[in-house]
């Protein structure tokens, strides 16, 4: 009998102390993860005390903000849909997304929290959150929504040197003002807008071939030597076509990049071998988490393994071209766009430029910091080159303009089935000293250089002309 109930104690002592560590992890430990969880009924209530922050553009533009009239908030965005789906809402009926929900803990005063905002948040008092002044520049980010307007796709403008996001736009999008009362009709609406396209994944298309580049840079192959296109090959017993079956003729490394030859990239891709390529892929950033503010889905080279260790000869050759099993997001190819430009080093991309209390102190402030380097500057300086040659005689000359050396490539990626491809266009400029770096993705837009081409072109012709990438 004794010893049944010193099992029993046992038993209860144990549970005690699970139970014990499960409160300490849970409220000490994860207690800012359970908080910012938008689906916590704890900071829903906490928004009927705090005034929650403000969201501005790089040049103070106000992007949202919480009003008050006769006690009653609310929360206004003054313009419209065209920062949607990426600012995101913020409702008591709905809860947060997007940017209103990633940054609510500063938004809403909690993550480095002022000495007042402390002790008004432990005895429950009214106060005001922290504003958020992000990179983007609202000038460049309208000139893509308007692009893409009517359209299904996505923009996206980085500053090579710093990461800075300068536009980053997602169609078809949602007017956020009035979400509640229009929740039904938009949750109904087709082409999904509360879908962030710029981090959703894609085929690439011949937008691949850029990283391609690099895996046959170093397997020795001379740029300098002719392969003749005839329209098609076959290797390992697979077809593979040239778009419209055209026949480029004799083409070295830089027009076979500059005419988007399917066939040139195919073979040497496999000729490179599938651990140079591989090796290509995983520095560029495939299948890793990119250190972002917000989250991006791991791009990936097969459904099975992200990047695997190995990739059979059929399936090296159509990724060498961007089909296959080959899914980025539009925001990675601005990555690898923007790493190309910035003599292969790829910067860690952000969108927060700094977080102030409600007196104007600067409690945060992002440094810029790079993230991986995917090339060598002399690698990197041989794809500009190949792309500088798509703009000025290929593929990508409809992004040209005139006095402004771009750099650039197209994509007509296959979706599947009998879909008409999704249009790419991927682009940086001035090529000798870049100042702007954008990834344009049409969905099922046809050619790159005829839907999203002059996308990225305003994009870029914006940002050069009222200098987009600086504060005022």
Known sequence: M??????????????????????VYWQVVRSDALLQNPANRRLILMEERVVRGGIFDRNGEILAQTQITDDKKTRVYPKGEVLEPL???????????????????????????????EIKKLFQLPRKGNDVVLTLDYRLQKVAYEGLKDKSGTAVALNPKTGEVLALVSQPSFDPNALDQNWGELSKKPGSPFLNRAFALYPPGSTMKVITSAAILRSGVNTGDLYNCTGSTVINGQVIPEQNDKAHGWVNYDTALADSCNTYFANFGVQSGDQQFLKAVKEFGFGQTIPFELSVPPSQITNQSPVPKQLNTNLLAASSFGQGEVLVSPFHMALVTAGIANHGVMMTPHIVGQVMDDQQNVLYKTNPQPWLTALSTEEADKIKSAMITAVNEGTASPGGIAGIQVAAKTGSAEPGGNSKTHGWYIAFAPADNPQIAVAVMVEHGGTGGGAAAPIARAMIETALSQKAGESK
């Open 2 to 23: 004794k010893k049944g109930l010193r099992y029993i104690a046992i038993g209860f002592s144990i549970s005690f102390i699970f139970l014990s560590f499960g409160l």
């Open 87 to 117: 600012l995101g809402y913020a409702t008591l009926q709905h809860g947060s997304a997007g940017m209103e929900a990633s940054f609510g803990d500063w938004l809403l005063g909690i993550k480095d929290a002022t000495a007042e905002q």
